[in-house]
DNA sequence: GTCTATATGTTGATAGAC
DNA sequence: GTCTATCAACATATAGAC
């Protein structure tokens, strides 16, 4: 009987076993967190989806909790890296000059809808994955939400402060969270799935966006109220 | 023996079996569908919570899902109500002359903020709950989205369109979905939760409601952008 | 690196006593 | 109306062959 079923030889030929199964995994898990939620997803149902085992699941991400992490820090840090690109080139063209409120909310948005372009129809769509950092558990994501936005958050603060100089603090950093918040609804599909806009085609990506710079810019720009 | 054990005659008295479980288990689904959401949380830690039985919760509800619906429509339903109130005072008021935008949003906001306040500390918070309706499955929620909301979108957005006649209806329906966006972000509790807002005390209740005010009246009020 | 098989616990739901 | 006991299905995670 040949007694050899072990590869002959450590040659340069071994098959690659790891094809892509780290990549597959992670594209899976994109989508599906994204429309059924963490909680929602079972490590099955994903794992059968990248068409790999659980098992695989364990050896490449240690647990489903490290996959969720990945996952979102596969696509989060390199756009927010971008957002920095940004508001540095901006920083350096104005030389000095507070940065104009439109400018900061282009620097902050348009990564986001470059990329969701860039992948139309593809299965990776940064926007649902960002925006299940806003509705999976607190325990899960607000470490990894502090850790991915905290330098993007400070230094668009920082740049919007000096934009808006008559603006308290308190003001200002409510009036960031308020944008994030309608970045987030729009990013997690909730426009298509407005009672007003049932039946109707869904608008252009470039109409959103551009509504969304104008609301955001002028909401930001809103006149103080009084103290009372 | 006696063979007697119904009860002997339909008396009066017969005592209180159901005391007031059915509230108590809505209580505690408020609470923990809001923490951990719909799937985060199991029917043995509710009804425990709620000092019953999974079995309780089945002869009220019939099922998890039934058990959600009820407890969004407790809350979502009668503040829903309290908007329609405040805006067909606010259009008699006015007499046919369009309302202020500064009044539409009021008369979206305030009940929200009312009800936040009337519940303060305790375990009943309307706005947690209604944000829910947009991170829990689509599946469960956005039928009863359309079925809660409906009339009030459809009702406050022929309001604004007479607020703002040069904006596009389009545009409008954008800006609306936007300011959702915002609110459920507030609602969430997304606030306390930011980067920058870590190991900050908290802005009070009223600083928040009116901040909101003010960013979405201008949000809203944006001057329209070139259709390039 | 990937699989099959399995361990161990939890889930939502139901049956039936009282 | 409420309970205890139980169900089948599913969860995440691991062990070990290859």
Do not use: W
Not at 42 to 47: Q, V
Not at 118 to 147: C, I, N, Q
């Amino acid at each position: 009987m040949s007694q050899a079923t072990h590869p002959r030889d450590g040659s340069l030929e071994e098959a690659p076993p790891c094809r892509n199964t780290k990549r597959r995994l992670l594209d899976a898990a994109e989508r599906l967190f994204a429309e059924r939620g963490f909680e929602g997803t079972s490590l099955r149902a994903l794992t059968q989806a990248a068409g790999t085992s659980i098992s695989a699941a364990h050896y490449h991400f240690g647990s489903k909790e490290e996959l969720l992490r990945a996952t979102l820090e596969r696509r989060v840090a390199p756009m927010n890296a971008s957002r920095l690109e940004r508001l540095d080139a901006a920083e350096r063209a104005a030389a000095g000059a507070p940065l104009s409120v439109e400018t900061l909310v282009g620097a902050y948005l348009d990564p986001l809808f470059e990329e969701r372009a860039t992948h139309r129809g593809s299965l990776s769509d940064v926007r649902f994955v960002a925006a299940r950092l806003y509705s999976d558990p607190p325990e899960l994501v607000s470490a990894l939400k502090r850790e991915l936005f905290g330098e993007v958050s400070r230094r668009f603060l920082d740049a919007l402060a000096r934009a808006l100089p008559e603006c308290s603090r308190d003001e200002l950093g409510l009036r960031f969270q308020f944008g994030v918040g309608c970045m987030v609804h729009v990013m997690s599909g909730q426009i298509e799935d407005a009672p007003h806009a049932q039946g109707r085609d869904p608008l252009p990506d470039d109409v959103v966006h551009h509504a969304l710079v104008r609301f955001l810019s002028a909401g930001l720009r809103a006149p103080a109220g009084d103290p009372r």
